[in-house]
């Protein structure tokens, strides 16, 4: 019974306290923040699996929250936050997996050799992009790993060699072999 009571409760607190948000009240949203401030920043984390960014977007999401709360219609209020959460920390992860593709197209068209001015042209041509990221899977499992840990994830020797349990030594050669490989394996006409 007291169960449905604290919950009872907090569904009643929770309308009163959007109530009073909608009337203009900013103390009151600022205690629906700390209210919910980790049920958002734990259902962001487990999304992009960043602390800073989940820090960054959970910020985001209460923005998002503040400014949507006249269209709220009492559904839930929880499952509401909940679902807009969610569907920020997707779009964020959509965008940084594009970020990437196009990191790794840049990348590979530069280490052939293409000119600079025409990278822009060649990386907006879908079919390049396709050819581009098959030439990067064909690259030897070992050297992907460097390449795209390195160039495209942008991590340092360090974190890549504590990532492999290695040391940085092994990283620096796994590099050098990795664009020894590619310009011994790779033709500029591979890429038109």
Do not use: C
């Not at 920020?88 to 197209?105: F, G, L, M, T």
């Not at 042209?121 to 390449?147: C, G, S």
């Not at 060699?161 to 990795?178: G, M, P, S």
Request: overall charge positive; aromatic content about 10%; charged content about 35%.
């Amino acid at each position: 019974m007291s169960n449905k009571q604290r919950k009872g409760e907090r569904a009643i607190s929770d309308v009163a306290l959007i109530e009073n948000v909608l009337e203009g009240n900013d103390h009151a949203f600022r205690l629906l923040v700390e209210k919910y401030r980790n049920d958002v920043f734990r259902t962001i984390f487990a999304v992009l699996r960043d602390q800073k960014e989940a820090e960054d977007a959970a910020q985001e999401v209460f923005m998002k929250i503040y400014t949507s709360l006249p269209q709220y219609q009492n559904q839930g209020f929880k499952t509401w936050m909940t679902r807009i959460a969610v569907n920020h920390a997707i779009d964020i992860k959509r965008k940084q997996v594009r970020r990437k593709e196009e990191v790794a197209e840049d990348l590979a068209l530069q280490l052939v050799g293409t000119p600079k001015d025409s990278i822009e042209k060649e990386i907006m041509d879908t079919d390049r992009r396709r050819l581009v990221r098959r030439k990067l899977d064909e690259l030897p499992e070992n050297y992907r790993d460097v390449i795209y840990g390195f160039y495209i994830a942008e991590k340092s020797y360090q974190q890549l060699a504590d990532e492999q349990n290695v040391q940085v030594k092994t990283i620096e050669t796994k590099l050098y072999r990795a664009r020894h490989w590619m310009k011994k394996n790779w033709k500029e006409d591979d890429f038109s």
